[in-house]
């Protein structure tokens, strides 16, 4: 069994920049891809950004260029940089990774103030 470990979440003022990191519980896991999803509160889940095995990038129309995926593949995490923050960015941001299961990790709350 798989655990994601999320950090890097908190309170930021509008326009300032956060870092979340992902890890699995044992390295060297092989993920098909590696994603971020965020739930607001009363609002379902969805998707913020993904990275595929191969390399591939998605990400939702909302970030608008300023999120950035990126992921280690030896320490078998997934990082997202996320600048300009806006106060419509607050939202839980949960870890998703894809092994045959598909594994999510506990959540992170990030606060934007306006």
């Known amino acids: 069994q798989v655990q994601l470990v999320e950090s890097g979440g908190g309170l930021v003022q509008a326009g300032g920049s956060l870092r979340l990191s992902c890890a699995a519980s044992?390295?060297?896991?092989?993920?098909?891809?590696m994603a971020w999803y965020r739930q607001a509160s009363g609002e379902q889940r969805e998707l913020v950004a993904a990275i595929y095995a191969g390399g591939q990038i998605k990400y939702a129309d909302f970030v608008e260029g300023r999120f950035t995926i990126s992921s280690n593949k030896a320490k078998s995490a997934v990082y997202l940089q996320m600048d300009s923050l806006k106060p419509e960015d607050t939202a839980v941001y949960y870890c998703?990774?894809?092994?045959?299961?598909?594994?999510w990790g506990q959540g992170t709350q990030v606060t934007v103030s306006s």
């Open positions: 044992r390295s060297g896991a092989s993920f098909s891809v």
């Open positions: 998703h990774a894809v092994a045959g299961y598909r594994y």
